[in-house]
């Protein structure tokens, strides 16, 4: 196995010179593009890696997938899915368009930007700081280790850049689907954006997804099966943005990428997979973690359908 991820780290690496790292948050332009980590995670609790696997990066979108879990499982299901769709759009990760045109009046689904957002306003707790922090903690038990932190200076980069995140959230509120006030949301979205993971965190909280709400490690219940079922599918359905159609042909397995570069997918029963690589394509899914989670499902026969 380790030879393997060394095989695909080394083929991934010369690809990443075709793109770029994202720019439009000014602090994630300093990424060095040509890093490559790739980590997976078995249901004995072992984790193999290759190349940058240890090197922390905030986790952006992937942090949509663990709000989501978090806010199924203190709120529940009618709470998110009065507010937010499962349906994927086709449309840019940050989208604003359909919120209007579209005849349900919310989020397609909460893998997109203005889905996310309303995710982030059912966060439990009394203010940002409280809210921010549980989910944090959240997120170590998935991972594993209990001291998860997060990025101050992309935090206040995005912020300070957030012209279209603030027009989705004043949309949102406009049509009474955030539960706190806008820039309480978004100081709580973009906290749980900045979250610090790496690629083995990654591939440790995706076997617990694999594994419908089990830690393999410890053999603990991180989540209840029917949360860890609803977020792969919305992973399989929306996970990859408007490349999403595209990854299900090539690599099969239900994923959530981020601009920072990470991607972590879960493979029924078998292997949580994470990968990082800070070079993205269009769409803002990132190059080497796209081409080896292809080439794993592959060698390994990962293809869920
Ligand atoms: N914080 C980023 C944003 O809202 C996350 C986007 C992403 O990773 O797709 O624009």
Redesign the pocket.
């Known amino acids: 196995m380790h030879a393997l991820l060394e095989t695909l780290v080394a083929e991934a690496r010369p690809l990443t010179a075709r793109g770029k790292p994202?720019s439009?948050?000014p602090a994630l332009a300093a990424a060095d593009p040509s890093l490559v980590g790739l980590a997976l995670a078995d249901g004995e609790g072992r984790i193999f890696e290759a190349g940058e696997a240890r090197k922390r990066f905030t986790i952006?979108?992937?942090s949509k997938a663990f709000a989501l879990a978090y806010v199924l499982e203190e709120r529940g299901a009618n709470a998110v899915f009065s507010r937010v769709g499962m349906e994927p759009t086709g449309d840019p990760?940050?989208s604003i368009i359909r919120l209007e045109t579209s005849s349900i009046r919310k989020p397609f689904n909460p893998m997109i930007?203005a889905g996310?957002i309303v995710v982030a306003s059912l966060l439990p707790g009394r203010d940002v700081a409280e809210r921010a922090k549980g989910l944090r903690a959240f997120v170590g038990r998935a991972v594993g280790r209990p001291d998860v932190g997060f990025d101050l200076a992309v935090r206040e980069s995005?912020d300070a850049t957030?012209s279209?995140?603030r027009s989705i959230a004043w949309f949102l509120n406009e049509l009474g689907l955030l539960a706190t006030e806008v820039e309480e949301t978004l100081d709580a979205?973009?906290e749980q954006?900045a979250m610090l993971l790496d690629a083995a965190d990654l591939a440790r909280a995706g076997s617990v997804l694999a594994f419908d709400g089990i830690a393999p490690w410890s053999g603990e219940r991180i989540l209840a099966t029917r949360t860890a079922r609803t977020v792969k599918s919305l992973m399989a359905t929306c996970g990859l943005?408007d490349g999403s159609g595209e990854f299900g042909v090539e690599a099969g397995v239900p994923a959530k990428?981020?601009?920072?570069g990470g991607i972590m997918a879960a493979v029924k029963r078998r292997y949580g997979i994470g990968t990082f690589g800070p070079a993205l394509d269009p769409r803002?899914n990132s190059i080497a973690g796209l081409y080896m989670l292809a080439r794993l499902s592959d060698e390994l026969d990962l293809f869920a359908l």
């Open positions: 994202a439009y948050i952006q979108s992937v990760f940050n930007n996310a995005e957030a279209r995140n979205y973009f954006c943005y990428s981020g601009v920072g803002g």
